[in-house]
């Protein structure tokens, strides 16, 4: 099935099939009809997704190469950044080439930056591997390096030219990332389709067993859900797209606080953001404590944490709000909050007391 981004003349496809990896030389051919494809990929995918891209690309007749970097969060870094682009340009890559993002949230961030600077613009392939970078970081055109003050603090909006899901490729991922991608599916639900939130509550169980049908009408929900709201605004100017931050403004000062490390992984650190968005605004009034409570019990039922303690932070809220003074939201000294009046109710708080969030957090260390 084939979801549609509409973004005038940087539109593109969302292709969701099981098994199209196998077959990415026929539908990846006319993005090389200019020149040649450079896959993009880390370290852990060469021995099953990078074999089978590379023999599908090479069975098309497609010129192809590759650049394998390091595995891992810290890959999102100026380093990185700095040899992939210095390793590109090594290889004469023209503005007429595809570079291929083969991979988890963590490549996709990576090579979109890199092809949105390289020689001032070019095109790039969105593969996503992962869950997460399946439902999430693969559409939209949002990418970025972290840096000392935080994370996806530089970067820039490069849209893909197309973007391909291939569900098999999520039968090697570890049961870890896996639970930490269905996270940002969850996230579609709370913000505004109450109902895909009692389905996620029926059949994530399915999901996680390897379901087929399961894993695509969840993939192809999110990735709906996510192409209709970047389709309203690309940007995030008008305040809608802001509505996919659910969870980020605490999950980020989560992540900082462990030091952007596989001790919290990104979706890990969205839940128990998702799950304090909800028990403040339920502290705040604004939310039935019984929809915060049914929040934190679907992710404690699948292993995601709901709390500090789960996700290992025991910062004072003092030093986690000071996490969040660094986020790219900050405006006028102001920072907006993604708060809830219920499930599928999501709305943009941008008077949000800071010492209110102190206070909270607090009080949440027990």
Known sequence: MTVRV???????????????????????RPFAARGR???????????????????????????????????????????????????????????????????????????????????????????????????????????????????????????????????????TLPPRELRAGYAEVVKYGLIDDPAFFAWCEANAARLFAGHPAARIEAIRTSVAAKARIVGEDERETSGRRALLNLGHTFGHALEAETGFSDRLLHGEAVAAGMALAFRFSAAQGLCPAEDAARVSAHLNAVGLPSTLQAAHVDASGATLVGHMMHDKKMAAGRLPFLLAHGIGRTFVDGAVDLAAVQRFLDSERG
Request: aromatic residues 4%.
């Open 6 to 28: 509409e973004l005038g003349e940087r539109s593109y496809d969302i292709a969701i099939e099981a098994g199209s990896l196998d077959r990415a030389g026929e539908l990846l």
């Open 37 to 171: 494809f450079v896959i993009i990929t880390d370290e852990h995918l060469v021995p099953n997704q990078l074999l089978r891209l590379e023999g599908s690309l090479q069975a098309a007749g497609v010129s192809t190469e590759v650049e394998i970097l390091p595995a891992g969060e810290a890959t999102k870094s100026w380093a990185q950044l700095e040899r992939l682009t210095d390793a590109l340009l090594d290889r004469g890559v023209e503005r007429s080439d595809t570079l291929i993002a083969l991979g988890g949230g963590v490549i996709g961030d990576l090579v979109g930056f890199a092809a949105s600077i390289l020689k001032r613009g070019c095109r790039f392939v969105q593969i996503p591997t992962s869950l997460l970078a399946q439902v999430d970081s693969s559409v939209g055109g949002k990418t970025a390096i972290n840096s000392r003050a935080g994370k996806n603090l530089i970067g820039a909006f490069h849209q893909p030219v197309h973007v391909l899901i291939d569900p098999t490729t999520l039968d």
